[in-house]
């Protein structure tokens, strides 16, 4: 038999291989690209802008639509749009919170005569085009709004140099406004533990397995018996949710993303409003402990391994009296974690009657991380 020597690679080998190199990676580019692009266009609100906005001479004396009545001296402030288009009255700051001197409005017909603008941050990521595209009146400021952590907040680039106050959870915002605190309490509390038949309850709506969360999940669960609801496990009807949260003894508060003063209505409702006691997972300890005592909640990393810290809830779970210590600020202090749009919005019209100083901000993007 003969066999054949192999040809060594010609040029146009070579040149066709190179080729067909470049073209794969600029598919696989392409791909990636498009992945990212999904991902901002299902993250960003989508926002039909009217066409028109701009309101003429004759315009200005009219309330706005959505409002009640409009006092002389007050701020109009213009909802860009409603956040996550969800709708809700604009006329309680007085009434649920003893805040005047704004008539909020969402009819972009007042965007000539707004003393402030709210831009509420995913619904107008995803271009450009969807923030205010006419000139800004002189005295006019922006605020840019956003609960939400750094990680689900795509495009921050959008807004260099255009924002002149950040309303924000983050406690160095220029409106601090977050999820939930702590208050000390009118009268004295009556706060009982709710009975408990049951160990440990997660609830969880975004099972993402690449979050920090699901793998320390992944190694607590193999030394304590944790129920899970939402995110494709048990279902759990909204209605439902204090109530079941309540029989448990630990909630897993673990937060989606790792960010400086990032606590979400998973500490503030789920747990504490329920009667639970959250094991927190998030920013530092240090960093809860700004927001409230530091004997109200477990951290993870109070321990060194997942392992350890089941043990500890073992014990806590046999020992009534020591569970109880996590609740004896309780006496004096009470949680507040119901906050909707209205708080928000009301802390800025309270904010921009205070903070009159002139200033804009180069880089959100910078700061929010
Ligand atoms: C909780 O348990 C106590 C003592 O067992 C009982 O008296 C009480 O009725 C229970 N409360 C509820 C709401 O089930
Ligand atoms: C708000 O920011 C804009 C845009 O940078 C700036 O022109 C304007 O002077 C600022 N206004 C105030 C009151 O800070």
Not at 79 to 86: A, I, N, S
Not at 167 to 195: C, H, M, T
Not at 286 to 306: C, G, K, M, Q, T
Request: overall charge positive; aromatic content about 14%.
């Amino acid at each position: 038999m003969e066999s054949k020597a192999p040809t060594a690679p010609s040029w146009k080998t070579f040149v066709f291989y190179i080729l067909i190199s470049f073209l794969t990676s600029l598919s696989v580019f392409a791909v990636l690209r498009g992945a990212s692009k999904a991902k901002v266009d299902k993250i960003c609100t989508k926002v039909e802008t009217p066409a028109i906005y701009y309101a003429g001479e004759s315009d200005r004396k009219k309330t706005p639509r959505g409002t009640t009545s409009t006092t002389e001296s007050d701020l109009v402030i213009l909802l860009w749009t409603w956040p996550f288009g969800e709708r809700f009255p604009l006329d309680q700051c007085a009434r649920i919170h003893g805040i005047s001197g704004c008539t909020f409005t969402v009819d972009r017909s007042w965007y000539s005569r707004a003393d402030a603008v709210i831009l509420h941050h995913r619904d107008v990521c995803s271009s450009k085009t969807q923030l205010p595209q006419e000139p800004r009146p002189f005295i006019q400021r922006w605020v840019w709004f956003n609960l939400e952590s750094p990680r689900h907040s795509p495009n921050l680039h959008f807004m260099d140099n255009l924002i002149n106050l950040t309303l924000n959870y983050r406690r160095d915002s220029d409106i601090f406004s977050p999820y939930g605190w702590v208050e000390r309490a009118k009268s004295a509390q009556n706060f009982r533990i709710p009975n408990k038949s049951k160990l440990a309850v997660w609830v969880v709506s975004n099972w993402d397995p690449s979050l920090t969360r699901v793998a320390y999940f992944n190694q607590l669960k193999n030394h304590l018996k944790i129920d899970v609801y939402g995110g494709g496990h048990r279902p759990l009807a909204r209605d439902k949710t204090m109530s079941t949260i309540s029989q448990y003894k630990f909630y897993l508060a673990f937060e989606n993303s790792l960010n400086q003063d990032y606590i979400t209505e998973k500490l503030w409702q789920n747990a504490l409003l329920s009667g639970t006691l959250p094991v927190v997972l998030g920013p530092t300890r240090e960093n809860y402990e700004r927001f409230l005592p530091s004997d109200a909640f477990i951290h993870v990393n109070d321990f060194p391994s997942a392992k350890e810290l089941a043990a500890h809830l073992h014990f806590l779970d046999a020992n009534d009296e020591q569970y109880g210590r996590y609740f004896e600020w309780r006496k004096t202090l009470q949680p507040i974690g119901y906050t909707d749009w209205t708080t928000h919005y009301c802390k800025a019209c309270q904010a921009l009657q205070q903070q009159l100083d002139y200033k804009t901000i180069p880089s959100i993007a910078k700061w929010y991380k």
